[in-house]
């Protein structure tokens, strides 16, 4: 019975993605409010396909692919809009889509040069998506004029460029060695 519902986090995952083009306007309006209330939306839209996929075992591949690219997606969206509009420095925007880049080429070149890639996220990986999140989100709040320490922003950047550099570093390493032992045998 169940079975037929499976659809739904595909659903989900695609009005995440359809959420982009609101917020991006939101953001770019400096309408900080509405964008957190489709960023929450978009949250849970996230979590809620998450739940399903897990709980009732309804993983597709598409959704494999499509769910963090959607995340990706909103996560470059939201420091492209701010760093458009002045409120970040364009070369964090540079440095969180250079990571990423990064990542996919470099991946890319193993899977064509060395092997089938299959890509898990790194505990840093997984805490500089954190970051960055947890970041963006303080600094629309800020922006927003609701409760939040002006000292977000400066520290903000400084976690967000960290992590960024770290956890690219950290794919490179541990990709270049894997190649390098895939090489020797």
């Known amino acids: 019975m169940t079975h037929r519902w499976r659809w739904i986090p595909n659903a989900l995952t695609f ?18 409010r509405f964008a957190l209330v489709i960023f929450f939306l978009a949250s849970a839209t996230d979590a809620f396909d998450g739940f399903l996929a897990r709980h009732y075992n309804w993983r597709t591949r598409l959704g494999a692919i499509a769910d963090p690219l959607a995340d990706k997606a909103l996560l470059i ?22 990571r990423d880049l990064l990542i996919v080429c470099g991946g890319l070149a193993f899977h064509y040069g060395v092997g089938r890639f299959e890509m898990q996220p790194s505990l840093p990986g997984k805490l500089n998506t954190l970051i960055q999140i947890l970041v963006a989100l303080a600094i629309i709040i800020l922006l927003a004029d609701l409760p939040m320490q002006p000292w977000v922003m400066d520290v903000g950047i400084l976690l967000v460029a960290a992590s960024a550099i770290f956890s690219g570093a950290h794919y490179i390493g541990v990709w270049s060695l894997r190649a390098w032992r895939a090489k020797r045998q």
Do not use: D, Q
């Open 15 to 32: 009005l995440r993605i359809l959420l982009i083009a609101p917020f991006a306007a939101a953001l770019m309006a400096k309408e900080y």
């Open 77 to 98: 969206t939201t420091y492209l809009m701010l760093a458009v509009t002045g409120v970040l420095p364009a070369w964090l925007f540079w440095l969180v889509l250079g």
